[in-house]
């Protein structure tokens, strides 16, 4: 019997994905909000509390439902990677840092996680909608991605306003 | 001096990021890791299983193995009032592995009815080795059943890859025993 790909995966990928922010956004700090490199150490801790409750709850919890909290954290993830490319691009109108990021970042985190899912899905057979996991993991990496970026815009845009006041 | 002390400040601050990060990245991945050990439990096939003996369909016993050879179901074993009728290879256990198994023979259900009616069953482990040998004795007073209970018979014995061993089986019935009345017991063998 070969190893199969487990669920939590995609919750420890997320959790790494979140500890590179920290130390991506704390490199970069001069162009974000003081707190975000250690908002996003508490993030990685989320995900560990998350391994965690896998663990202990192994025997009750059911592979489906494991799968998506741990593919939901993820796409909470990559939704924080795009945020932070969006608001390098658009608000700070860091270009070339924008597309160095897009590059070096978002686009490598989105792939291997694509292929994770896609993996995990095939591995998994006809349990899980294929079609289905990879339409919504572009439509909801694009959603989330949009809103986080447009609430740091805003915050941004607020800033501006009080700074003209 | 400005610079350097902004300097310092950042590296501090990405020096203890970078150590947290890296003390949450290991307990994740530890965490996971111990995650894929508690799933990758394997099931395999018995190595140690029961076979149908030479006494099956002599002396009205009929032996049943379930499809894996892991349950032994014996029927139609006789008493005799006053007399000792043994069968001598009704079961055996056969180790199929390459490796020598240790195992033992152990109670599981333990007589409750007729003891007014017998005198004994007893099993035995017929090992090659007259020392391996093991005995599972199941005694009446002709009021009740004294079942085993310590465990000096069930000490485990070494059975070698590709051996197997009968459990003979010794029974007698009391002199006034009435014909007709029947025991059940569950023997277990236990496989290391």
Same mark, same amino acid.
């Given at each position: 019997?070969s190893?199969?790909?487990?669920?939590?995966l995609?919750?420890?990928?997320?959790?790494?994905?979140?500890?590179?922010?920290?130390?991506?956004?704390?490199?970069?700090?001069?162009?974000?909000?003081?707190?975000?490199?250690?908002?996003?150490?508490?993030?990685?801790?989320?995900?560990?509390?998350?391994? /965690?409750?896998?663990?202990?709850?192994?025997?009750?919890?059911?592979?489906?439902?494991?799968?998506?909290?741990s593919?939901?954290?993820?796409?909470?993830?990559?939704?924080?990677?795009?945020?932070?490319n969006?608001?390098?691009?658009?608000?700070?109108k860091?270009?070339?840092l924008?597309?160095?990021?897009?590059?070096?970042?978002?686009?490598?985190?989105?792939?291997?996680?694509?292929?994770?899912?896609?993996?995990?899905?095939?591995?998994?057979?006809?349990?899980?909608?294929?079609? /289905?996991?990879?339409?919504?993991?572009?439509?909801?990496?694009?959603v989330m991605?949009?809103?986080i970026?447009?609430?740091?815009?805003r915050?941004?845009?607020?800033n501006?306003l009080?700074?003209?006041? | 001096?400005?610079?350097?002390?902004?300097?310092?400040r950042?590296?501090?601050?990405?020096?203890?990021?970078?150590?947290?990060?890296?003390?949450?990245?290991?307990?994740?991945?530890a965490?996971?890791?111990?995650?894929?050990?508690?799933?990758?439990?394997?099931?395999?096939?018995?190595?140690?299983?029961?076979?149908?003996?030479?006494?099956?369909?002599?002396?009205?016993?009929?032996?049943?193995?379930?499809?894996?050879?892991?349950?032994?179901?014996l029927?139609?074993?006789r008493?005799?009032?006053?007399?000792?009728?043994?069968?001598?290879?009704?079961?055996?256990?056969k180790?199929?592995?390459?490796?020598?198994?240790?195992?033992?023979?152990?109670?599981?259900?333990?007589?409750?009815?007729n003891?007014?009616?017998f005198?004994?069953?007893?099993f035995?482990?017929?090992?090659?080795?007259?020392?391996?040998?093991?005995?599972?004795?199941?005694?009446s007073?002709?009021?009740?059943?004294?079942?085993?209970?310590?465990?000096?018979?069930?000490?485990?014995?070494?059975?070698?890859?590709?051996?197997s061993?009968?459990?003979?089986?010794?029974?007698?019935?009391?002199?006034?025993?009435?014909?007709?009345?029947?025991?059940?017991?569950?023997?277990?063998?236990?496989?290391?």
């Amino acid at each position: 019997m070969s190893e199969t790909i487990l669920p939590e995966l995609f919750a420890l990928l997320s959790t790494d994905l979140f500890l590179l922010l920290s130390l991506l956004t704390c490199l970069l700090e001069e162009r974000f909000p003081k707190a975000i490199p250690y908002v996003y150490q508490i993030a990685a801790l989320a995900g560990f509390g998350h391994l /965690l409750v896998s663990k202990e709850f192994l025997t009750t919890f059911s592979e489906y439902m494991r799968f998506w909290y741990s593919f939901f954290y993820l796409i909470v993830a990559l939704a924080n990677i795009i945020a932070i490319n969006v608001y390098l691009g658009v608000s700070k109108k860091l270009w070339t840092l924008s597309k160095a990021w897009s590059g070096a970042v978002t686009f490598p985190t989105i792939a291997i996680s694509v292929f994770f899912a896609v993996n995990y899905g095939y591995t998994q057979g006809a349990q899980f909608p294929l079609l /289905l996991l990879q339409v919504g993991l572009v439509a909801s990496l694009l959603v989330m991605g949009l809103s986080i970026s447009a609430l740091l815009l805003r915050s941004d845009l607020l800033n501006k306003l009080r700074r003209r006041r | 001096m400005k610079l350097k002390k902004i300097q310092f400040r950042k590296s501090m601050k990405f020096l203890t990021l970078l150590l947290t990060s890296m003390i949450i990245a290991t307990a994740s991945a530890a965490m996971y890791y111990s995650l894929t050990m508690a799933s990758t439990v394997e099931v395999y096939a018995a190595n140690v299983v029961f076979w149908v003996g030479t006494d099956s369909g002599t002396k009205g016993l009929v032996v049943i193995l379930n499809g894996a050879n892991t349950t032994a179901t014996l029927t139609g074993l006789r008493a005799y009032p006053n007399a000792t009728f043994t069968y001598t290879d009704p079961v055996r256990v056969k180790n199929k592995g390459g490796t020598t198994a240790q195992l033992r023979l152990s109670p599981d259900v333990n007589p409750s009815a007729n003891a007014d009616d017998f005198e004994y069953v007893k099993f035995l482990l017929n090992a090659t080795t007259s020392g391996d040998r093991k005995w599972l004795n199941y005694t009446s007073n002709g009021v009740s059943w004294t079942s085993p209970t310590g465990s000096t018979s069930w000490t485990t014995t070494g059975i070698t890859g590709g051996s197997s061993w009968p459990i003979v089986v010794y029974t007698k019935a009391r002199p006034a025993g009435v014909s007709g009345q029947t025991v059940t017991i569950v023997i277990k063998v236990d496989v290391d």
